[in-house]
């Protein structure tokens, strides 16, 4: 099962997309999850997938992973 860790975040997805500033992040954040399970694992693979979460979590993603 993977972390509950967010690669993008509410204000990102406010600021890029049409979304509302209005709507509560308590509704955003598990949309983004999900998103986040069903379309980025299976494109990166759960290796990579999980190793961007931990990285993203202990604040040492590399430089390639940043970009990524």
């Known amino acids: 099962m ?5 690669f993008i975040s509410e204000n990102t997805i406010k600021s890029r ?6 709507i509560d992040g ?5 949309q983004i999850k999900i998103a986040q ?3 980025l ?3 990166l693979g ?5 190793r961007l979460q931990t990285g993203v979590s202990a604040a040492n993603l ?7």
């Open 2 to 6: 993977s972390q509950n860790i967010l």
């Open 17 to 22: 997309t049409g979304v509302s500033d209005a």
């Open 26 to 30: 308590k509704q955003l954040k598990p």
């Open 37 to 39: 399970d069903m379309y």
């Open 41 to 43: 694992q299976p494109a």
């Open 46 to 50: 759960s290796t990579l997938y999980l």
């Open 62 to 68: 590399t430089a390639s992973e940043m970009v990524l």
